[in-house]
Protein backbone atom coordinates (compact mmCIF):
# COMPACT_ATOMS: atom_id res chain seq x y z
CA UNK A 1 0.00 0.00 0.00
CA UNK A 2 1.09 3.28 -1.08
CA UNK A 3 -0.81 6.41 0.49
CA UNK A 4 1.32 9.07 -0.53
CA UNK A 5 1.61 7.58 -4.29
CA UNK A 6 5.09 8.09 -4.81
CA UNK A 7 6.96 5.97 -6.77
CA UNK A 8 10.81 4.68 -6.03
CA UNK A 9 12.88 4.01 -8.62
CA UNK A 10 16.04 1.85 -8.26
CA UNK A 11 19.00 1.94 -10.77
CA UNK A 12 21.55 -0.60 -11.77
CA UNK A 13 24.33 0.08 -13.53
CA UNK A 14 26.01 3.64 -14.08
CA UNK A 15 26.01 6.54 -16.18
CA UNK A 16 29.36 8.71 -17.75
CA UNK A 17 29.51 12.07 -16.99
CA UNK A 18 29.17 12.34 -20.89
CA UNK A 19 25.61 11.68 -20.33
CA UNK A 20 24.90 13.07 -17.26
CA UNK A 21 26.34 16.58 -17.62
CA UNK A 22 23.32 17.65 -20.32
CA UNK A 23 20.82 16.58 -18.34
CA UNK A 24 21.78 18.00 -15.37
CA UNK A 25 22.01 21.07 -17.29
CA UNK A 26 18.69 21.31 -18.70
CA UNK A 27 17.14 20.04 -15.51
CA UNK A 28 19.32 23.67 -14.08
CA UNK A 29 17.59 25.35 -17.20
CA UNK A 30 14.51 24.34 -16.33
CA UNK A 31 14.54 25.11 -12.58
CA UNK A 32 16.19 28.61 -13.24
CA UNK A 33 13.49 29.35 -16.41
CA UNK A 34 10.36 28.10 -13.66
CA UNK A 35 11.69 30.21 -10.92
CA UNK A 36 11.44 33.97 -13.17
CA UNK A 37 8.52 32.48 -14.69
CA UNK A 38 6.42 32.03 -11.27
CA UNK A 39 8.43 34.82 -9.87
CA UNK A 40 9.96 32.68 -6.88
CA UNK A 41 13.25 34.59 -6.27
CA UNK A 42 10.79 37.44 -5.53
CA UNK A 43 8.90 35.59 -3.24
CA UNK A 44 11.97 34.47 -1.85
CA UNK A 45 13.41 38.17 -1.46
CA UNK A 46 10.19 39.32 0.32
CA UNK A 47 9.98 36.74 2.44
CA UNK A 48 13.64 37.10 3.82
CA UNK A 49 13.46 40.62 3.93
CA UNK A 50 10.12 39.91 6.57
CA UNK A 51 12.02 37.31 8.52
CA UNK A 52 15.46 38.91 8.91
CA UNK A 53 13.62 42.02 10.02
CA UNK A 54 11.90 39.93 12.47
CA UNK A 55 15.28 38.26 13.65
CA UNK A 56 16.57 41.54 14.43
CA UNK A 57 13.59 43.05 15.80
CA UNK A 58 13.93 40.17 18.25
CA UNK A 59 17.90 41.39 18.75
CA UNK A 60 16.41 44.48 20.14
CA UNK A 61 16.72 46.60 17.11
CA UNK A 62 13.69 48.82 16.94
CA UNK A 63 14.23 50.11 12.96
CA UNK A 64 15.50 48.02 10.87
CA UNK A 65 15.71 48.86 7.12
CA UNK A 66 17.06 46.22 4.78
CA UNK A 67 17.83 46.53 1.28
CA UNK A 68 18.60 44.07 -1.67
CA UNK A 69 21.62 44.53 -4.45
CA UNK A 70 19.58 43.83 -7.52
CA UNK A 71 22.12 41.60 -9.85
CA UNK A 72 21.83 40.45 -13.77
CA UNK A 73 21.27 36.34 -13.63
CA UNK A 74 24.39 34.51 -13.85
CA UNK A 75 23.29 32.22 -17.77
CA UNK A 76 25.48 29.50 -18.42
CA UNK A 77 26.75 28.69 -21.67
CA UNK A 78 24.75 25.95 -23.43
CA UNK A 79 26.04 22.51 -23.97
CA UNK A 80 27.98 22.13 -27.59
CA UNK A 81 25.39 19.76 -28.35
CA UNK A 82 22.90 19.58 -26.17
CA UNK A 83 21.01 16.29 -25.69
CA UNK A 84 17.17 16.52 -25.16
CA UNK A 85 15.77 14.69 -21.91
CA UNK A 86 13.46 12.19 -24.85
CA UNK A 87 17.21 11.44 -26.37
CA UNK A 88 18.70 9.98 -23.02
CA UNK A 89 19.81 6.42 -22.36
CA UNK A 90 17.77 5.06 -20.14
CA UNK A 91 19.77 3.14 -17.24
CA UNK A 92 17.60 -0.40 -16.06
CA UNK A 93 15.44 0.57 -13.20
CA UNK A 94 13.00 -1.24 -11.30
CA UNK A 95 10.17 0.17 -9.61
CA UNK A 96 9.47 -0.42 -6.06
Known amino acids: MNP ?4 TEYEKGTWSH ?3 K ?6 K ?5 NALDYGILKKAEESGLKRLTAL ?6 GTVKLSVKQVEPVVDQPA ?5 I ?8 VAA
Open 4 to 7: SDFT
Open 18 to 20: ELT
Open 22 to 27: PLKECA
Open 29 to 33: QQLEQ
Open 56 to 61: FQTFGF
Open 80 to 84: DDPVE
Open 86 to 93: GEMPVADT
